[in-house]
C-alpha cells in the first residue's frame, strides 16, 4: 500500500501534468462552414425554427445538425455545408481557397466577422433561399487564447505571432492573429488547405513565437 507521501506526490504530479497539457496549444482544422443570422435561419429553415445541436465546441459555439448549400454567382453549388450555431448578428460563410476553384469565386482572407469587401452567395435551405452580397470569406488563421495562457505567451487579443509547426512537413507561419476570451481553449485555427499542405490534423500541438 502506497504511503500518505506516495499518495500526495503522485496526486502533485497528476495535478501539474493535467496543467501542463492544458496550457499546451493545439491545432483545431476547421471545414467549411456557415453561420446564420436570425432572420436568415427563418428564411432558410422556416419561422421559428431552431438549430439542433450535434456537438460542442468552444466559446458556447456548437456545430449544428443543419447543413446547408451555397451557390455562387456563377451558379457554382458546395452543397452540405455545416451551421454552426448559436444564431449570429450576420451571415457568414467560411470556404478553402481550393473551394473557390469549384466556386469559380474569389473571396478576401478576413478575420470572422469582417464582412465588408467579402464575396456574394446564394444560400439555399429545406424551406428558402437567400442572397447575399457581402458573405463568404476565406478565415484568416488565428490562435484562441483564455486570458490567463494569453498572459503566460505575453500577448493580448488582436496581436499578430509567429507559429511554428512540428509535423511531416514542418513549417511556420506568420502574422497569425491572437483572440483572448475566457470562454476560449487554447487552439490554432487552420482550414483543411493549410492543413493538407502541412500534414497537420486537430490535435496537433504548435509553437507560439512571439515578436
Do not use: W
Not at 458556447?60 to 455545408?81: D, K, M, W, Y
Not at 473571396?107 to 439555399?124: D, F, N, T, Y
Not at 478565415?139 to 484562441?144: S, V
Amino acid at each position: 500500500m502506497a504511503s500518505l507521501e506516495e499518495i500526495i506526490t503522485n496526486a502533485v504530479v497528476a495535478s501539474l501534468k493535467k496543467r501542463e497539457e492544458e496550457d499546451v496549444v493545439k491545432i483545431g482544422v476547421s471545414a467549411r462552414h456557415v453561420h446564420l443570422s436570425q432572420k436568415d435561419l427563418y428564411a432558410l429553415f422556416g419561422e421559428g425554427y431552431e438549430l439542433h445541436k450535434k456537438k460542442d465546441l468552444m466559446g458556447g459555439q456548437f456545430a449544428a445538425e443543419e447543413c446547408v448549400t451555397i451557390v455562387s454567382p456563377n451558379l457554382r453549388t458546395i452543397e452540405n455545408l455545416r451551421v454552426l450555431g448559436p444564431v449570429r448578428k450576420q451571415s457568414q460563410v467560411e470556404i478553402s481557397r481550393t473551394d473557390t476553384f469549384k466556386l469559380k469565386n474569389s473571396p478576401p482572407v478576413r478575420p470572422s466577422g469582417e464582412l465588408k469587401g467579402a464575396a456574394p452567395l446564394a444560400i439555399v435551405g429545406p424551406k428558402g433561399s437567400i442572397f447575399l452580397n457581402e458573405c463568404c470569406i476565406i478565415a484568416n488563421r488565428h490562435i484562441h487564447l483564455p486570458p490567463d495562457i494569453a498572459e503566460k505567451h505575453g500577448v493580448k487579443d488582436n496581436d499578430l505571432v509567429d507559429v511554428e509547426v512540428v509535423s511531416g512537413k514542418p513549417t511556420k507561419f506568420y502574422d497569425v492573429q491572437v483572440r483572448v476570451h475566457e470562454s476560449f481553449t487554447p487552439e490554432m485555427h487552420i482550414d483543411t488547405d493549410d492543413a493538407n499542405a502541412c500534414g497537420l490534423k486537430t490535435g496537433d500541438v504548435i509553437n507560439i513565437i512571439t515578436k
